[in-house]
């Protein structure tokens, strides 16, 4: 028995009753519980629920009504509704919360029989880049614990790393599954905006937020999304965009790249990533081996992204965060004076610096005098971004791009917010567009992962899986493992 192995393997030794679900999901229990000690990679192991799905998965098996998915152990990001289950988004606001809903993404891999082992730790409403804004404690990278394992979906990329769950969701608004994944050296993937229903996502920036998962290889993240993705009459911005390649995953998997693509490299994002030169020219190299043509592009508003996206982000998340007042549910302060003492309480004692600043920020830029030089002019910037891109795919099929400018760096080593927000920088311009982008790993920095970003046209999925598929059937980066599991087992 093996949680290391690609999906369907999982599945083909389930079938044919090598081990039961069971048996995996108790591994997989043991190994959360003891790892996360050193990881603090969850905020919940659901032990006794994971049991109980785990058996009623081998039923449907031993029924012969098994989905490649029935009896997998998956980690859910603690930002997804759970019904029954504390949904705390990593915030002390959401820290006695117990979801009375479930999100469709969700129900929708319940229905496929996966397990829910638990929810993984986050920055706090998914706002971070390296998971030190979470109420429950920062997490450790499996490659070097003194490191961050990238944000906002530390957790998930944490435990998909070390080998606990095969796969894990995430969420991403400006880089969230992307820069983690290539932190922790997984393969994440971002959808089209609209692909993945928000039903029950706790909402940041509802224009940008956008469900994922984060695996070892693209053909397990084209599995995940063919169970997560299609139009849900909950999600007005979910699309219905039929998808026969899609549909046909879990029985043909993700077939061949018909034909050689045309990659687009921007020159904006190469020129600024401080490593990984060499690795991304032999990941150019291996691509055009297997017959990709590679050339240089320009998106020339790359510059503005970063500044567009914290003032619509902020703005979004200031709309968004005045749910959690106090009244309903969520934090509550002791002995409110008044309504108003009530809110100011509540809100102060329940967010954190990070949650605060984005939206004292976001209501700033949306405030009535304001309004007009930061939200409207940030909103013209996404449209130029957004042009940027369909001229590039008017020459090329994809674009590969660094997913960071570094790799992880040290536990509490970047202090000003600044900072923090220039980790973004390679993956906010395609949420500003709503575009489909996933990272792969492409090797070693000083023994951490370094990721290579792919980004496709809307909707445009298929090429993206397809192309990282061929790149991981010639490279092995995505085979390599953290130590830390060798000295746990
Ligand atoms: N790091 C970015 C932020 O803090 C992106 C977060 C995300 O994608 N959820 O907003």
Known sequence: MNLDQPIRQIAAELARGDYSSRELTVAAIERAKRLNERLNCFVTIAEDQALAQAEQADQRIRRGQA???????????????????????GSKMLANFTAPYTATTIQKLLDAGTVTLGKANMDEFAMGSSNENSYFGSVANPWNTDCVPGGSSG???????????????GTDTGGSIRQPASFCGVTGLKPTYGRVSRYGMVAFASSLDQGGVLAHTAHDAALMLAYMAGFDPRDSTSHDHQDAWLEAVPENGIGELEAPLTVGMPK??????????????????????????????TLPHTDAAIPAYYILAGAEASTNLSRYDGVRFGHRCEDPESLEDLYERSRSEGFGAEVKRRILTGTYALSVGYFDAYYVKAQKIRRLIQQDFLNAF???DLLIAPTAPGTAFRRGELTDPLAMYQQDLFTIPASLAGLPALTLPCGLHDGLPVGLQMIAAHFDEQRLLKAAAVYQSITDWHNLRPDLRMEID
Request: hydrophobic letters at 40%; glycine letters at 8%.
């Open 67 to 89: 989905t490649p998915l029935t009896g997998i152990p998956v980690t859910h990001k603690d930002i997804f509704c759970i019904d029954g289950m504390l949904t705390s988004c």
């Open 155 to 169: 957790g998930s990329a944490a435990v998909v790393a070390a080998s606990i769950t095969p796969v894990a969701t």
């Open 268 to 297: 904006e994002y190469f020129d600024n990533a401080s490593i990984g030169a060499t690795l991304y020219d032999e990941a150019r190299r291996a691509l055009e081996g297997q017959g990709f043509r590679c050339q240089e592009i």
């Open 394 to 396: 008017s020459k090329v």
